[in-house]
């Protein structure tokens, strides 16, 4: 949606004076695929074509409205809701366009801004992918045709990489089998050599993941969101992937056996540790949207086993707040390397609570969970008498989720942007500069999702940041606004994020972050996003995609281009 800054570098001229643009065909050029070029494309697929609009469209126009409004008014906020509109993303704001004179294409919900709806960055047409031939039908349309193309499930994204004006797009989110196996061999490998999994298709999301595998008697390590709205199989996993398990069994690249994805030459491959091991290593971690469109992945599942939980949440001040973190400071990463993990919300705008804390113990018994935790709950309590303290027990993951997640008041279709940063452990073991970081500013989420496992996992086994396994936590702050704001407010909120992400980064100077719960303002985000793994995928890019059909913001090989992403630099 946004030009991103520190593309538009090398468009002027730091790597050189690039040669004469090559530039993608968007819509309304007079390259734009005609209607007998679409209607060829019908004749090879099995779904008619589809027409994204932004959702927001059907309450426009306003004396007269195009769709049930009423519709669109009652789940806007609803993950799962917006997962199903094609045209629409999580966070509304990456539907609009700015134009370089600073006008804003949107269509807003709140009708009373007297807004025009305009399509904005929300592709025109595209192909709503039911087999691996609708996506290779769709593939082979983009090379013919020359065409920007953007691959959209869900619209779980901050880095607006799902969606892009007038590019074609392939939505895969009806792409739905889920296949459970326990004796699963890859291809290409030993009989001897099986597993427990689940393989899921590209538009499974995780609460159908999590029903799956809890039918199976097994668990799975996912995402965590208010209804499992995040697919399984996309940016999630192709960006590392993260969640509460995560420091008992590993980051999601840590459980991929197998996947199968349809590259740019339009060809269907299987990729695991035998065949086509180089794109296995890279998909794991190098990001979505960049090596091909990825059809299903195979999962390792585990055995169920119980769970403690304890809640903290309450309304405290500001010499509170830093009283307790100074305490709960000196729990990690002790209890990371045990295999904790947890969910630290400070500062939230609109929650019930401005301090909101989730422990999970993953097989530790409710009286050990108590013992290890007691001297912290009675400083909580002392400090702010009226705290809620809740310690639970479950018997699994899937009560464990159904009880704190699966009900949640939906938290999507928000104007958001994030910074964020993986924090290693040093910062823990003198952490009073991590304190401080921590009370300077609001939001902040701290994320207790790596250490354990994740740090057990040999950091060039897959193509994953490799500051995942030094790090003890993930933190992220972020700035929130009302639909509606003119380019200079935006602009002034690109500043103040752009100032705290600089905050950020003194906690792990020249380190690295989660590229899927990233900032847009990153100045190196080769090395942020990849680390010294970034040159071997780049390579691999080159390899499978050589033409650079698939680019998305901040990903491999995007400052080969310009800052629109449709005009190659080189």
């Known amino acids: 949606m946004k030009a991103v800054w520190w593309l538009a570098l090398f468009a002027s001229g730091v790597l050189g004076k690039p040669s004469k643009p090559r530039c993608r065909c968007l819509h309304g050029d007079p390259c734009w695929p005609t209607e007998y070029d679409f209607s060829q494309l019908q004749s090879t697929i099995s779904q008619p074509l589809i027409h994204p609009v932004p959702p927001e469209s059907a309450c426009y126009p306003v004396s007269n409205p195009s769709g049930n409004c009423t519709d669109v008014q009652t789940n806007t906020f609803a993950g799962n809701w917006r997962s199903d509109q094609p045209g629409s993303m999580q966070i509304p704001q990456f539907e609009s366009f700015i134009f370089p004179n600073g006008t804003i294409e949107a269509c807003y919900l709140n009708t009373a801004l007297g807004v025009p709806c305009r399509q904005g960055s929300v592709p025109p047409i595209g192909v709503d992918a039911r087999s691996v031939k609708d996506i290779q039908a769709g593939v082979k349309f983009a090379v013919d045709h020359n065409l920007r193309l953007v691959i959209h499930n869900t619209g779980h994204d901050y880095l607006a990489r799902s969606i892009a004006r007038g590019a074609f797009m392939i939505w895969t989110h009806n792409l739905k089998n889920i296949t459970p196996s326990s004796t699963f061999v890859p291809e290409g490998a030993p009989e001897n050599e099986t597993y427990h999994v689940l393989t899921l298709e590209a538009g499974v999301a995780w609460h159908e993941a999590y029903d799956a595998a809890q039918a199976n008697g097994r668990v799975i390590v996912g995402g965590i969101t208010p209804g499992g709205s995040v697919g399984t199989t996309g940016g999630w996993m192709q960006g590392g992937g993260h969640g509460i398990l995560s420091p008992q069994h590993g980051l999601g690249v840590d459980n991929v056996v197998q996947l199968t994805i349809v590259t740019a030459s339009g060809k269907h491959l299987t990729a695991n540790s035998y065949l086509n091991s180089d794109l296995f290593w890279a998909v794991r971690g190098g990001g979505g949207g960049t090596y091909g469109v990825v059809t299903s992945v195979t999962y390792r599942t ?269």
């Open 302 to 570: 585990h055995e169920i086993s119980p769970l403690t939980a304890t809640a903290v949440f309450g309304n405290i001040t500001p010499a509170v707040r830093k009283d307790i973190l100074t305490e709960y400071l000196k729990l990690w990463p002790a209890l990371s390397d045990a295999g904790w993990g947890a969910y630290l919300y400070l500062g939230m705008p609109g929650a019930a609570a401005n301090f909101s804390l989730l422990l999970a113990a993953p097989d530790v018994p409710l009286a050990d969970v108590n013992a290890t935790l007691t001297p912290f709950l009675d400083f909580v309590r002392t400090a702010q008498e009226d705290m809620v303290i809740q310690m639970l027990p479950f018997d699994g993951f899937a009560s464990f989720y159904q009880a704190f997640f699966a009900d949640l008041d939906p938290q999507e279709g928000v104007n958001e942007e994030l910074i964020s940063r993986l924090i290693p452990r040093e910062a823990f073991e003198d952490n009073e500069h991590l304190l401080d970081v921590m009370t300077s500013m609001d939001p902040i989420l701290l994320f207790h999702v790596a250490g354990g496992k994740v740090a057990q996992v040999d950091p060039d086994s897959a193509g994953v940041n490799p500051a995942w396994r030094k790090a003890t936590a993930f933190m992220i702050s972020a700035a929130l606004w009302p639909e509606g704001v003119t380019v200079d407010q935006y602009r002034a909120i690109q500043g103040q994020l752009k100032s705290n992400l600089a905050i950020l980064d003194t906690l792990a100077p020249g380190g690295g972050t989660y590229l899927n719960e990233a900032s847009l303002y990153e100045p190196n985000p080769q090395q942020t996003f990849f680390g010294d793994h970034y040159e071997r995928l780049k390579a691999i890019k080159d390899t499978y995609d050589p033409r650079g059909l698939f680019i998305v913001a901040g990903g491999v090989a995007s400052e080969d281009w310009d800052s629109s992403l449709n005009c190659r630099l080189s």
